[in-house]
């Protein structure tokens, strides 16, 4: 039986992707194994899909001033040591790395133990962990076509991220009677996402009465978001998280209103559902979501309005147009790279495993 190790972490975005390759891998043949941080998100999503799981040691890279960054090398090093003693340990015939500062040290030491390595790059401009990386990669999958252009020529692929199969199976009945809203009017769902929640709720309450003319809408506004005084309001809907019923939100609703995070995205366009996207500003960001939200617009995926732009008037301007044009939206999603990420990653996964 052929060995795969999976890395990444520090951040759910940089763990789900893996999850999400799980079943195709066990149909493969291949037996899993993940290298993670001792005590990161990483560990516990892990370890509840029954995956042996290493922890190592790993040290954070910043663009700004902190004593840390003295510090962080050492424990790299560190990293790196327990990652070769780890991999010799497993043997495998083949290393993915979703990225993350965690990842560094496993795809070091995948390198020096001459193990293949495959990467996948969410944003449209690698991170500076990935970019550490690059150079030791096979491939290096991408969501965009724009970052072909930031990795060693010959190496980039356009994949998509692979997103969680349960997705593709909601049920928009069990949707609308979880929220038991109207099947017969359109359903908004809104997805502010953890980070600049704020800013989007705030605009999508205030434009509420405008848009519960035409639409319905249910909210995904975050921890700590609720607002009390909306929760009687006819055609809408709020909370905090949702996770067992997403699949069937998904599947119910004719619009989003998302984030520009690039999983988040993928998703999106995965399962082909128009959306206006309003990505976080430079000011919060290195700026990778605007970059993001450009390209899924270039490539007729999505909408685009900016935080600088975001007022009541232009959000709900937005929205009508993007109801009025779903279907070229639809046409185009269901027509790209996206559709099939996991089926593309795992023949490259196969073609590059050690024979």
């Known amino acids: 039986m052929k060995k795969i190790v999976l890395t990444g972490g520090g951040t759910a975005g940089h763990v789900t992707p893996n ?37 190592i040691a790993t040290g954070k890279f910043r663009r700004y001033f ?23 340990k497993i043997d495998p015939d083949i290393l993915f790395s979703k990225g993350g500062f965690v990842a560094v ?42 970052t072909l252009s930031h990795v ?15 997705l593709k199976k909601g049920s928009a009945a069990k949707g609308f009677a979880f929220t038991g809203l109207d099947s017969n009017k359109p359903v908004i769902l809104v997805m502010g996402g953890s980070q600049g929640a704020v800013r989007v709720n705030n605009c999508v309450r205030a434009a509420l009465p405008e848009l519960l003319k035409k639409y319905q809408v249910v909210h995904l506004c975050g921890k700590g978001h609720l607002d009390e005084s909306l929760k009687d309001t006819e055609g809408y809907r709020q909370y ?17 209103i998302s984030r520009a995070g690039a999983n988040a995205i993928c998703e999106i366009s995965t399962l082909a559902i128009p959306n206006l996207l309003i990505p976080l500003g430079s000011d919060a960001s290195r700026g990778d979501q605007i970059l993001n939200a450009r390209s899924f617009e270039k490539q007729g995926f999505s909408m685009v309005l900016e935080e600088s732009g975001l007022t ?42 050690r024979q």
């Open 19 to 55: 999850i999400a390759l799980l079943p195709a891998l066990r149909e493969a043949g291949y037996e899993v194994y993940y290298i993670g941080s001792y005590n990161g998100i990483e560990k516990s999503l892990i370890e509840a899909e029954n995956i042996p799981y290493y922890g």
């Open 152 to 166: 060693p020529e010959g190496t980039g692929v356009v994949t998509g991220t692979p997103i969680r199969d349960e």
């Open 312 to 353: 009541e008037k232009a959000l709900v301007d937005k929205v009508n147009q993007l109801y009025e044009n779903r279907d070229q939206y639809i046409s185009a999603m269901k027509h790209s790279q996206h559709t099939d990420s996991i089926d593309v990653i795992m023949k490259l996964i196969r073609e590059y495993t």
């Open 66 to 88: 902190d004593w840390k960054n003295l510090s962080d090398p050492f424990r790299v090093l560190k990293g790196i040591g327990e990652a070769r003693k780890i991999i010799r």
């Open 240 to 256: 905090e998280y949702i996770r067992e019923e997403l699949p069937d939100l998904y599947a119910m609703c004719s619009l989003m």
């Open 105 to 146: 040290p496993v795809v070091l030491a995948a390198n020096k133990c001459h193990v293949p390595v495959i990467i996948h790059e969410s944003d449209m401009t690698p991170g500076l962990a990935n970019r550490i990386c690059l150079k030791y990669a096979r491939k290096i999958c991408c969501n965009f076509p724009e």
